[in-house]
T-cell receptor, first 115, second 114 residues
Framework: DTGVSQDPRHKITKRGQNVTFRCDPISEHNRLYWYRQTLGQGPEFLTYFQNEAQLEKSRLLSDRFSAERPKGSFSTLEIQRTEQGDSAMYLC?????????????FGPGTRLTVT | DAKTTQPTSMDCAEGRAANLPCNHSTISGNEYVYWYRQIHSQGPQYIIHGLKNNETNEMASLIITEDRKSSTLILPHATLRDTAVYYCIVREQNSGAGSYQLTFGKGTKLSVIP
């Protein structure tokens, strides 16, 4: 068990560019979550997948954001036409399906800076 | 999910027990108490969760009051590496309808002092 991994760990981009982040969950976990965290705040939920199906989306997930999990394993989060307000830590978590709602295990995050 | 209230910050001397309180007076019967912590610039780390019985694992103990309206996370021998923001989260455990998200508040910033 190598834990949840995220790539890249840091990304600096210019306003208006597109960025894509990748998350690899713990191998036997079929639930995957994306969160966003701005400075001084707790993480905020963005979206949730069970296998390849995106089952829940927050109203924070604007039209410029899209998440996929095509084969039910890794997931990508793309932000189009980035804005300075998108600067944040993007966190991925995964969990199993045993016992209802087991704990979510988080990756190290991708820190995005939009200049 | 029920709302939680935590102190903004706490200090603890290294080697002593750190007791972090959480109020969740509106908790319902099928909601569990979860604790996570976040060390600076890292992702949140799951610590422990429980329903009504006290729980203990290798990281911490969770004491839930009999009326379930509050709980305390205990780190028995705090070290400098325990300095972090600690989040208490209440959420429904049963699968089915309803959100799977975790709702984080601002947590308690615990500083372990040498």
């Amino acid at each position: 068990d190598t834990g949840v991994s995220q790539d890249p760990r840091h990304k600096i981009t210019k306003r208006g560019q597109n960025v894509t982040f990748r998350c690899d969950p713990i191998s036997e976990h079929n639930r995957l979550y994306w969160y966003r965290q701005t400075l001084g705040q707790g993480p905020e939920f963005l979206t949730y997948f069970q296998n390849e199906a995106q089952l829940e989306k927050s109203r924070l997930l604007s039209d410029r954001f899209s998440a996929e999990r095509p084969k039910g394993s890794f997931s990508t989060l793309e932000i189009q036409r980035t804005e300075q307000g998108d600067s944040a830590m993007y966190l991925c978590a995964s969990s199993s399906t045993s016992g209802g709602r087991p704990p979510q295990y988080f990756g190290p995050g991708t820190r995005l800076t939009v200049t | 999910d029920a709302k939680t209230t935590q102190p903004t910050s706490m200090d603890c001397a290294e080697g002593r027990a750190a007791n972090l309180p959480c109020n969740h007076s509106t908790i319902s019967g099928n909601e569990y108490v979860y604790w996570y912590r976040q060390i600076h610039s890292q992702g949140p780390q799951y610590i422990i969760h429980g329903l009504k019985n006290n729980e203990t694992n290798e990281m911490a103990s969770l004491i839930i009051t009999e009326d379930r309206k509050s709980s305390t996370l205990i780190l028995p021998h705090a070290t400098l590496r325990d300095t972090a923001v600690y989040y208490c989260i209440v959420r429904e455990q049963n699968s089915g309808a309803g959100s799977y998200q975790l709702t984080f508040g601002k947590g308690t910033k615990l500083s372990v002092i040498p």
